[in-house]
């Protein structure tokens, strides 16, 4: 539409996500638009919403966590009581995340650990476990979340 301004179709297509996809995010009050004639617009404001939301979601938030956490940025700024329960928020969600982040790093070590004891038992086998593996991927039907 303009540097400014996006449509659903906009968004849509610079996220790689359906139009069914904004419309439900708007529901769920996560971003907002306003109406110009008959096109629903959104800001530069709400694009960064839409982008947090996106994210959040890779990384495993609900929507009703990502909510919570764009709600974070509309806080009363102006009242001392809000804002140390902001800072507490804060404090409390990012000690959540830390113990996530714990839990995959764990979780990433221990999937390298068996994938390499695979290969390593597959050498034991007289078997180039990258060329095998490359052919096993062949052998694979299509899919986009296929590893590589």
């Known amino acids: 539409m303009s540097d400014n301004y996006y449509t659903v179709a ?3 297509a610079e996220f ?3 139009p069914r996809a904004i419309r439900l995010y ?3 009050g ?3 638009s306003r109406r110009v004639g008959r096109t629903m617009i959104y800001d530069h404001r709400q694009r960064a919403r839409l982008k947090i939301v996106l994210r ?6 609900s929507l009703e966590d990502t909510k919570s956490y764009l709600d974070l940025y509309d806080a009363d700024r102006s009242n001392p009581e809000r804002l140390l329960g902001l800072m507490h928020q804060c404090r ?5 995340l830390e113990d996530q982040r714990r839990d995959l790093d764990a979780t990433i070590a221990e999937l390298q650990n068996v994938e390499q004891a695979a290969g390593a038992d597959l050498s034991q086998l ?6 095998a593996y490359q052919q096993f991927l062949q052998r694979l039907p299509l899919s986009d979340d296929q590893p590589g």
């Open 10 to 12: 906009d968004l849509a």
């Open 16 to 18: 790689g996500i359906t």
């Open 26 to 28: 708007e529901s769920k």
């Open 30 to 32: 996560l971003i907002t």
């Open 56 to 61: 959040s979601k890779r990384v495993g938030f």
């Open 92 to 96: 409390t969600r990012l000690q959540e």
């Open 126 to 131: 007289d078997i180039a476990p990258e060329e």
